[in-house]
């Protein structure tokens, strides 16, 4: 799992100590609430607060999107203008700023022509043809924000920004004011590195050296990401047991290798939950509050979430949820598989979500099928995820593979029982339900197979039928902890050993 937290730094927790006033730069391709993807937002977004409130000083940099520019945000001119090499020319470009939190300092890289548009990194038909020029821009464009207030940390994310430690480690001469700074690179899926044909090398303005095996040449082509893995001081996933995964042939994508040799500088820290969003006692989408005291509210909202899926309001019913993106990584081509099956137990059945054309097809046939058991909303809507999450029963994740996860996080806080395949950050924050100790958070399951994933299925239904056992599994599934400053602090701590 990587480096063990130290035992002064495990006692630090217990106590809920300050950590110190290390100063950070957080290099992130979004961040909730400015834009986002995905989980990579989300975490940007919690992680940042959660380290000012440890009393570290944070600053954040990324890219001044369409939904930046035009948002509701309260930005001035940074009075700072940027001009970067991209290839034999310069490419100009200015900084927005605005505050978040307590303070902190988020830094907009405006250039419209890379960045204004209508979504962030792919059209309708497929990834953005220039997507290397933009995010070697925005590499080295973030490096000459930090210019005149020089970070201890730098904290990259994912492929767009792993650029920005290659440039400050290979041309140290070209950045001296960040001569001192320690780099971390945190990798949130590495089923997307950053991969671009040999031609685009000129638009790196990097010696031609650096194209090989160990660095950043990967079967032919350009890695991004693989090239900030090499020169990162440290090393994040963002669960313990993903950190073990990629390591191997199956999860590694290619790079296990390099994670093998980094062992001994990679972390795996489990990303948190935002409960100032996702609580059930506080939630402002759902039809009722309650909490693991008082479990009417509960009800209300499966009554609630069943009349606006249109299913027959019983409560006596076992409801399963589903929030997902629709693609075989999180296990669609599984449910594919055993859908029928599934749909012919006693259950109901919501899904909301989009993906893949021939998932989306699945599933709505499924509804077609089954009236009045199985409802399917294409598409997403933040409201009824929440309705979703404090209505359903049980929640369904399948995943082929799961770096972290959130939405099982906010299912043990709703009290909706997560069924989960043992991989990633699932693994690592759902606990199997034990009958004879009648202990455990959810039920999971680990073959990768519908015997399985039906098998788990079985096993939650039959405590289902039991009201004392199934909500006694409830309480437990609410009172689990896996608030974000839990997570920040195991970041703080890694952070003070590198710059100690």
Same mark, same amino acid.
């Given at each position: 799992m990587g480096k063990q937290q130290t035992k002064a730094g495990r006692e630090r927790r217990k106590r809920k100590e300050p950590i110190g006033p290390v100063k950070i730069a957080m290099v992130s391709p979004e961040m909730v609430p400015f834009a986002k993807t995905g989980g990579l937002a989300d975490m940007a977004g919690s992680l940042c607060p959660a380290l000012e409130r440890l009393g570290l000083k944070v600053s954040v940099v990324m890219p001044a999107y369409r939904s930046v520019i035009h948002g509701n945000f309260s930005l001035i001119d940074g009075g700072l203008s940027v001009s970067v090499p991209i290839s034999d020319r310069q490419v100009e470009g200015s900084i927005l700023q605005t505050k978040l939190g307590q303070g902190m300092a988020v830094h907009f890289i405006r250039c419209d022509r890379y960045f204004d548009r209508e979504a962030l990194y792919t059209a309708s038909e497929g990834d953005y043809v220039d997507n290397a020029e933009r995010f070697v821009f925005l590499a080295r464009a973030a490096l000459e924000a930090l210019r005149p207030n020089p970070p201890?940390?730098?904290?990259?994310?994912?492929?767009?920004?792993?650029?920005?430690?290659?440039f400050l480690k290979a041309q140290p001469e070209n950045?001296?004011?960040?001569?001192?700074?320690?780099?971390?690179?945190?990798?949130?899926?590495?089923?997307?590195?950053?991969?671009?044909?040999?031609?685009?090398?000129?638009?790196?303005?990097?010696?031609?050296?650096?194209?090989?095996?160990?660095?950043?040449?990967f079967?032919?082509?350009?890695?991004? &990401?693989? *090239?900030? /893995?090499?020169? =990162? !001081?440290?090393?994040?996933?963002?669960?313990?047991?993903?950190?073990?995964?990629?390591?191997?042939?199956?999860?590694?994508?290619?790079?296990?290798?390099?994670?093998?040799?980094?062992?001994?500088? &990679?972390? *795996?820290? /489990?990303?948190? =939950? !935002?409960?100032?969003?996702?609580?059930?006692?506080a939630d402002r989408c759902i039809a009722r509050n309650y909490g693991a005291t008082d479990l009417a509210g509960k009800k209300v909202c499966k009554a609630d979430l069943q009349r606006a899926m249109g299913l027959p309001e019983t409560a006596g019913?076992?409801?399963?949820?589903?929030?997902?993106?629709?693609i075989?990584?999180?296990?669609?081509?599984?449910?594919e598989k055993c859908g029928e099956e599934l749909l012919g137990r006693n259950l109901q059945f919501v899904l909301l979500g989009s993906g893949e054309a021939k998932y989306e097809a699945a599933v709505r046939e499924w509804a077609l099928r089954h009236p009045g058991k199985a409802s399917v909303r294409i598409g997403f809507d933040e409201t009824l995820a929440h309705q979703i999450e404090a209505?359903?029963?049980?929640f369904l994740m399948?995943?082929?593979?799961?770096?972290?996860?959130?939405?099982?996080?906010?299912?043990?806080?709703?009290?909706?029982?997560?069924?989960?395949?043992a991989t990633g950050g699932l693994k690592d924050s759902?606990?199997?339900?034990?009958?004879?100790?009648?202990?455990?958070?959810?039920?999971?399951?680990?073959?990768?197979?519908?015997?399985?994933?039906?098998?788990a299925l079985d096993r939650a239904l039959n405590l289902f039928a039991r009201p004392k056992g199934w909500e006694a599994l409830v309480k437990r599934a609410m009172a689990a902890d896996f608030s974000w400053d839990r997570s920040a602090r195991a970041y703080a701590e890694m952070y003070q050993r590198l710059v100690s």
């Open positions: 201890q940390i730098l904290h990259c994310h994912d492929w767009q920004t792993a650029l920005a430690i290659v950045y001296p004011e960040l001569a001192s700074v320690k780099t971390v690179l945190t990798v949130h899926n590495l089923g997307y590195q950053g991969l671009f044909g040999y031609p685009d090398w000129h638009l790196l303005n990097l010696d031609r050296s650096l194209f090989n095996f160990r660095q950043l040449e079967f032919g082509k350009i890695n991004f &990401l693989k *090239g900030g /893995l090499v020169f =990162a !001081d440290a090393i994040t996933a963002v669960s313990p047991t993903y950190a073990e995964e990629i390591k191997s042939p199956e999860q590694g994508f290619g790079l296990e290798g390099l994670f093998q040799e980094r062992a001994q500088d &990679l972390f *795996g820290i /489990l990303n948190g =939950a !935002d409960y100032a969003v996702w609580s059930p006692q019913i076992p409801l399963v949820g589903m929030v997902s993106r629709l075989a990584q999180k296990g669609l081509d599984l449910l209505g359903a029963d049980l399948p995943s082929q593979y799961e770096p972290c996860g959130l939405n099982q996080l906010y299912s043990l806080k709703y009290g909706t029982i997560p069924i989960v395949r759902v606990i199997d339900y034990q009958p004879k100790s009648r202990s455990g958070t959810g039920f999971v399951f680990g073959p990768y197979e519908p015997a399985a994933l039906l098998d």
